[in-house]
């Protein structure tokens, strides 16, 4: 990877996430592009997983190879290690030697067995109730000097930018959607009181008043009676078309 400084991650990462549908993509995207960066910074192949927490059970969302992924979930299943610990405290944690760190001796000899030596866990609050976390692995101890702890909190501070534009993104998203499902109903709903209202030649409130009847005897939702009977007489569905 060229060198990187200034806003260049976060330019990066946005672009990934521009280009990406869905959530893991983009988490994986960023999983590489931190791996690829604290590697440089280290002089080192260095592997990572994104954790993500909700409702507080963290779990493993992507990685920058499957074996970052099988490393993840290794903490997951011993339940405890440095990146579930910077996630319960939102500030980074660092094994510096698995030989030598006493704090999870099962982790640490999990992980000594899979040839990894070093480990660093950074924290990113996305917003109220979810956070997440990179998680870094190294295959050798004392990799992550201050230099390349630097570094790993750097691109860390740029995927929190990132992260939260990506949950305002998909939250405008949805009010879209929302906005356009209650559309969709209400031209239903319209269009249902019109036709009533043509055949028994009756007011507004009046049909409206047979389609309530006639949802609650089928016990059905108002939307889809009125879009059921649009339907049957027209013979195609019903949409409301947004300029």
């Known amino acids: 990877m060229s060198n990187s400084s200034g806003s ?15 959530a893991t993509e983009f988490l994986s995207g960023l999983s590489k592009l931190a791996a690829a960066a604290v590697s440089e910074a280290a002089g080192d192949e260095i592997e990572c997983a994104v954790t993500v927490k909700l409702r507080r059970k963290p779990s493993t969302a992507a990685g920058s190879s499957e074996r970052a992924i099988e490393l993840d979930e290794l903490e997951q299943a011993v339940g405890d290690g440095p990146c579930i610990k910077a996630l319960r405290d939102m500030s980074p944690v660092i094994i510096d030697d698995v030989a030598s760190d006493q704090r999870w001796p099962e982790l640490s000899r999990k992980f000594a067995e899979a ?16 956070s997440a976390a990179l998680n870094f692995f190294a295959s050798k101890p004392g990799v992550f000097t201050p230099n390349v702890y630097d570094k790993a909190l750097g691109f860390a501070a740029a995927a929190h930018s990132t992260l939260q534009l990506s949950v305002r993104i998909k939250s405008a998203e949805h009010r879209a959607e929302d906005l356009e499902a209650a559309m969709e109903s209400r031209t239903a709903i319209n269009l249902a009181c019109g036709v009533i209202m043509a055949q028994n030649r009756c007011s507004q409130s009046e049909a409206m008043e047979i389609l309530t009847k006639v949802s609650s005897n089928r016990n059905r939702k108002l939307r889809d009676v009125a879009t059921e009977l649009i339907e049957q007489l027209s013979g195609t569905s019903i949409h409301t078309h947004f300029e």
């Not at 040839?115 to 979810?130: C, F, K, M, N, W």
């Open 115 to 130: 040839g990894v030596y070093s480990s660093l866990g950074v924290p990113l609050e996305i917003s109220e109730g979810a």
């Open 8 to 22: 260049e991650p976060a330019e990066l990462l946005q672009s990934i996430l521009v280009g990406t549908e869905d």
